[in-house]
Nanobody, 125 residues
Framework: QVQLVESGGGLVQAGGSLRLSCVASKGTFSSYVMGWFRQAPGKEREFVAAISRSGVNTIYPDSVKGRFTISRDNAENTVYLQMNSLKPEDTAIYYC??????????????????WGQGTQVTVSS
């Protein structure tokens, strides 16, 4: 059973930055594809970023490409999401997710089998 705990959320002004962290306990972190998703009020959860097991490959949707960076430290069992140039539309609960079954990077929720509780990010205009 993999446990994921996010941190780093908060309130920031538009144009500011935040770095989210997600620590995984139990299991072999370096063998998991990791991802970040977000859910805004009244909207479906959406894909934000994903990173391969080695950290070499990453993928982002157009909405965050060039502003967000996902990275990982396998020695610390941690995945990060650096968010720059934040916009009010980035306001959401951000969730960390682990895919322990596949080797390819996934962009859909069904490809991830473990989820954190989420951390709130609020961007004021």
């Amino acid at each position: 059973q993999v446990q994921l705990v996010e941190s780093g959320g908060g309130l920031v002004q538009a144009g500011g930055s935040l770095r989210l962290s997600c620590v995984a306990s139990k299991g072999t972190f370096s063998s998991y594809v990791m991802g970040w998703f977000r859910q805004a009020p009244g909207k479906e959860r959406e894909f934000v970023a994903a990173i391969s097991r080695s950290g070499v490959n990453t993928i982002y949707p157009d909405s965050v490409k060039g502003r967000f960076t996902i990275s990982r430290d396998n020695a610390e069992n941690t995945v990060y999401l650096q968010m720059n140039s934040l916009k009010p539309e980035d306001t959401a609960i951000y969730y960390c997710a682990a895919d322990t079954t596949w080797t390819e990077i996934g962009t859909t929720m069904r490809e991830y089998n473990y989820w954190g509780q989420g951390t709130q990010v609020t961007v004021s205009s």
